[in-house]
Structure formats: structure tokens, C-alpha cells
């Protein structure tokens, strides 16, 4: 299965899940859904209401320990948007080889 990064960061950063609230249920939906169709075992944990984890698995453990790689998907307040954004950052852009999104 071939994912777009480009095209995949466009549609997260499509998500808000500004922290506080964080509200990355949806974005953790969409997550669920690609990894899923590219064969992983998934399993998403709800702990406050719009706030969830993701768990994926692939493959079989085999009584080996696993490798566990985490993140997280909730961004930072934006800040006084009107002088520190020249894009919305809700959205994405690109120029040259230089992606611009609001930090995490």
C-alpha cells in the first residue's frame, strides 16, 4: 500500500486537535482506517470524551519483545495568529521542497 506523505499531512493537519481540548478522536479515526487497510491490527482506547490512544500492531510477537515507536497527534495553542501565520494552519502549503504546518 503506498501512502502520499504529502497528501497525508494535508489531510492531518485538516483535523484540529488543539491541546486543551486536544479533540483527536477524529484524526485518531482516520489514523485507524489507514493503518488498518495497510494490514495492522488496531485498537483505539478512549479516555476522555473526543480523546483517544491508538495502539497498531503487526505481525506476531513470537514471545520476542516488542519495538514500540509512540507519538501523538494533539498540536499546541496557535498563538496570536493574525502576525505568526502567513497560511492558515489549518491547512497546508508548499513551496519548493518546504512543507509549512503548525508545530505539535
Known sequence: MHIDPIKLSRELLAFNTINPPGQELNCIRHLERILSEAGLQTSVHVFA?????LIARIGESNGK???CF????????????AWAWTHSPATSSTASSTAAAPAT
Do not use: F, I, Q, Y
Open 49 to 53: 470524551p473526543d480523546r483517544a490512544n
Open 65 to 67: 519483545s516488542p519495538l
Open 70 to 81: 509512540t507519538g501523538h497527534v494533539d498540536t499546541v495553542p496557535l498563538g496570536n495568529a
